[in-house]
């Protein structure tokens, strides 16, 4: 303002000067005009139109110097508004309009600064939401979904585009979210509730409402709680599998020892007997007790594997002596197929015998007699594992009673059994299988079966080829 009042006296006291002038030269070229009033008033009258014309096109001119710089102002806001933060103004030589252009430009980037951080805050948030695990729908006061990740539009089997601002029900369509939303709109109130979905698929429901800057909202957060209950039940069965295993050789134990007790100790044969009933009771105890360490310490990695490029036939051939006797006295015909130019693949020679004497031990032990057992094995490009791609698939296949196809996800728990398994009385702890995974992917391998019921089962273990 300082710099306009400068402006203002300047050009007042130009225009008084000029008019003083013009005045004065008007009344000294007449001379006469000293005693006349008209003639003075003449002069004064001039003096006036000459102040007054030289006014006008003063104001005209500094009307047309003014004009360039705002119409640039007015460019500048608009380009600015139109999003584009890089325009500004071009600094001017000190005088009216540099203090502005100077205060314009910074408020300009103070508003970019500003912004940018916002836009920054926005792609932060956008990128959680992005790639967090649990589902997030923001429904407005109408009830419309205003946003969801796609967590949730993953979870609710829909997409961001088509839910976007469609009505909660028709994006959710399941009446218990529904119901909880509408509880949660009645009470203002967190809402959290846990249901069964299809699929056999647990989940966990968080509403709460939000209310920011008079906007009116609810947060909708969903879990899957699937894994987790998935954990909570192997971990329930893992429990009593292990107490019910536990609680059959104590029992007979415990029969053992009362019969010895009330007199059986005086009759030595029978005395023999029951004391190697005991011994077996304590046997089976042991090898349980020693599975299961076993399996603890494979899954908690601490059994060292000797990996080293290894022929397949030498990671079969053992375990096949060592059970031949077992298949002939169970009348089972043992097959092996092996072909010769298999590559040779990974593994810690051991434990890779040790999962084929477990399949094999099993094949036999649920193959009636008269059935058979063949081991194959083939080179295969394994697809569902990337780590081992390339590698050789082993396959020992029964003619035996099979699984149920409710008991194959499941097969490869710890001390999981079919019930015809345990009915059957056959012996075993159900760890074989648990052991024979753990130790298969400890090889970056794959294990996995197929099984129709009555008709027998095909286990299959994949391990990488050794490179060249
Ligand atoms: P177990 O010591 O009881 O054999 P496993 O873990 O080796 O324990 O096997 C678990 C269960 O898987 C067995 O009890 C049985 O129900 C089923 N099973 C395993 N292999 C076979 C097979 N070849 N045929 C039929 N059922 C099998």
């Not at 007790?261 to 007790?289: I, N, S, W």
């Not at 031949?324 to 092996?336: D, F, P, Y």
């Not at 015998?353 to 099993?362: A, D, M, S, T």
């Not at 029964?398 to 710890?414: H, K, Q, T, W, Y």
Request: proline share 4%.
């Amino acid at each position: 303002m300082k710099i306009k009042n400068q402006w203002l006296f300047i050009f007042i006291y130009i225009l008084i000067l000029v008019g003083m002038m013009v005045g004065l030269a008007f009344y000294l070229s007449q001379p006469t005009c000293r005693v006349s009033a008209s003639c003075v008033w003449s002069g004064v009258l001039g003096t006036a139109v000459t102040l007054i014309v030289i006014a006008l096109l003063l104001g005209a001119a500094f009307l047309r110097w003014l004009r360039q710089p705002i119409k640039q102002l007015g460019v500048l806001v608009q380009r600015i508004a139109s999003g584009d933060t890089q325009a500004r103004l071009m600094p001017q030589s000190p005088g009216l309009f540099s203090d502005l252009v100077r205060a314009f430009n910074e408020m300009r980037d103070r508003l970019v600064h500003q912004l940018d951080s916002l836009e920054k805050q926005q792609r932060q948030l956008a990128l959680v939401l992005q790639h967090m695990a649990d589902g997030v729908l923001i429904v407005n006061g109408q009830g419309y979904v205003q946003l969801i990740n796609p967590a949730a539009a993953n979870l609710l089997n829909t997409s961001a585009d088509v839910a976007h601002l469609r009505a909660y029900a028709e994006v959710v369509r399941h009446h218990q979210l529904i119901e909880l939303y509408q509880h949660c709109r009645e009470t203002e109130e967190n809402q959290v509730a846990a249901f069964e979905m299809s699929g056999g698929r647990f989940w966990q429901a968080v509403v709460s409402p939000f209310k920011e800057l008079e906007v009116q909202g609810y947060l909708v957060i969903l879990q899957d709680l699937t894994a987790i209950r998935h954990l909570e039940t192997v971990r329930r069965d893992f429990i009593s599998n292990l107490s019910h295993e536990l609680r059959t050789p104590l029992a007979s134990l415990r029969a053992v020892m009362e019969t010895l007790q009330d007199g059986a100790l005086d009759d030595p044969p029978a005395a023999q007997r029951f004391l190697e009933r005991g011994v077996h009771e304590v046997d089976t105890m042991t090898q349980m007790v020693e599975e299961l360490l076993e399996l603890s310490r494979i899954e908690s990695g601490r059994v060292p594997l000797r990996v080293q490029a290894t022929a397949v036939s030498d990671l079969i051939i053992h375990p096949v002596e060592r059970l031949r006797s077992l298949a002939e006295r169970g009348n089972v015909k043992l097959i092996t197929e092996l072909p010769l130019d298999l590559p040779l693949v990974l593994a810690d020679q051991p434990r890779i015998e040790q999962v084929v004497g477990n399949l094999l031990h099993n094949a036999i032990k649920f193959t009636p007699p008269g059935g058979k057992v063949t081991i194959r094995a083939h080179l295969s490009h394994d697809k569902e594992n990337v780590a081992a791609a390339d590698a050789v698939t082993v396959e020992i296949k029964d003619s035996g009673m099979g699984i149920a196809a409710n008991d194959l996800p499941r097969i490869f728990e710890r001390f999981y059994k079919s019930d015809r398994a345990r009915t059957r009385g056959r012996s075993g702890t159900g760890l074989g299988l648990a052991i024979a995974r753990h130790l298969v992917e400890a090889h970056n391998g794959r294990i996995w079966v197929r099984s129709h019921e009555g008709k027998g089962s095909s286990f299959y273990f994949s391990l990488p080829i050794a490179d060249s």
